[in-house]
């Protein structure tokens, strides 16, 4: 960990990173593109057409969703780590993505039927919301210790609804081959459905306004590591802080589901990366780790529709690459990183 003075300067490197990583993103592909191009992507009268063309229809939209994902996630899974005191606390591994899940591929099946607008972000925060509920109290009267019980209730909640999303897909694929490829690629999470700035733009309010609002509560979340008497003598409402963190980080994971569909480990990646750099003050690890939660969920995007080209790899497959060590790492050394 840095000294506090250095902390703005590394703040800056990170943003500078986060910076040049979505630039070189969108400029790796299968087909070559030059930075006259991507610059000609953002307005500038450069570039070759058509090279233009793919950058501003498919790579930077993709990428711009990318970041804004990676970065919500990061702020979730940092957030709920701080409420929880528990260092592997992650809307993935906590089952919250996947109660998300479940209730947007519900409404997704309803809207077969009835074609409700806003049902599918709905029925992702209930499911999110609830699952975050009921992990937390199942959690609180197991035995055992704290990470071993939310854990283990956060995998077996989690395995619940994979069950029974994938009992959904089946029932609702019948003979649509073309919606049981759909579901099935959005249980996996990725971005290859985005084309053009609708779905970013459509996305970008509800992500950007839930980070911000969360973010808000950096001092709150500072107080709650100290433990609760503390912090209630310190004059905060535990309880309702601690009810209103857990709903802002439900939605914000719900909405990131909502869009790109299962993507784990960047709640988990994300928080302890910048922690081990910048300390656990959150008016400093918030911020960072969205910077590197939207750097690491860019680089896995890149890589996704890259190696294997013309081929696309679902996102999740590449977070989990990545993520699974790094958490296999953190489950064997838990009890000496900080909370």
């Known amino acids: 960990m840095v000294a506090p003075r250095h902390r703005p300067l590394l703040f800056a490197v990170l943003s500078a990173a986060c910076a040049v990583t979505l630039a070189f993103s969108a400029l790796w592909g299968a087909e070559a593109t030059t930075i006259a191009d991507l610059l000609g992507a953002l307005g500038l009268p450069l570039g070759e057409p058509s090279a233009v063309n793919i950058l501003r229809v498919l790579r930077l939209p993709r990428v711009l969703l ?5 970065a919500a996630l990061a702020l979730s899974g940092t957030a ?8 592997l606390a992650d809307p993935y591994l906590l089952g919250v993505s996947a109660g998300g899940a479940f209730g947007a591929g519900l409404a997704m099946l309803a809207q077969e039927h009835w074609p409700i ?3 599918v972000p709905l029925c992702a925060g209930v499911g999110a919301l609830g699952t975050v509920a009921l992990v937390w109290t199942l959690s609180r009267a197991a035995h055992g210790g704290p990470t071993a019980a939310l854990l283990l209730t956060g995998v077996a909640v989690s395995t ?3 069950a029974l999303m994938s009992f959904l897909v089946l029932r609702g694929a019948n003979d649509q081959t073309v919606f049981f ?9 990725g971005f290859d459905r985005t084309v053009g700035l609708q779905q970013p733009l459509l ?4 992500l950007l306004v839930g980070m911000a609002v969360l973010g ?3 001092p709150a979340l500072n107080l709650l590591l100290l433990g609760d008497e503390t912090a209630y003598s310190l004059g905060l409402e535990v309880a309702k802080t601690r009810r209103t963190v857990l709903i802002l980080a439900s939605l914000l994971t719900a909405a990131a589901v909502c869009v790109t569909g299962l993507i784990g480990f960047v709640g988990l990646v994300a928080p302890h990366a910048v922690r081990l750099l910048l300390g656990p003050d959150h008016r400093w690890l918030l911020p960072g780790a969205a910077l590197v939660g939207a750097t690491f969920l860019v680089v896995c995007d890149a890589l996704a529709r890259t190696v294997a080209a013309p081929t696309e790899i679902p996102v999740g497959i590449f977070s989990a690459l990545l993520g699974v060590p790094f958490f296999l790492y953190l489950l064997r050394t838990s009890r000496r990183l900080p909370t």
């Open 216 to 218: 808000a509560q950096a």
């Open 66 to 70: 990318a970041a804004l994902v990676g």
């Open 80 to 87: 709920l780590q701080a409420v929880f005191r528990n260092p």
């Open 181 to 189: 490829m759909r579901m099935h690629a959005w249980m996996l999470g």
């Open 203 to 206: 996305a970008a309010p509800y």
């Open 117 to 119: 607008a806003p049902l």
């Open 160 to 162: 619940l609804w994979m």
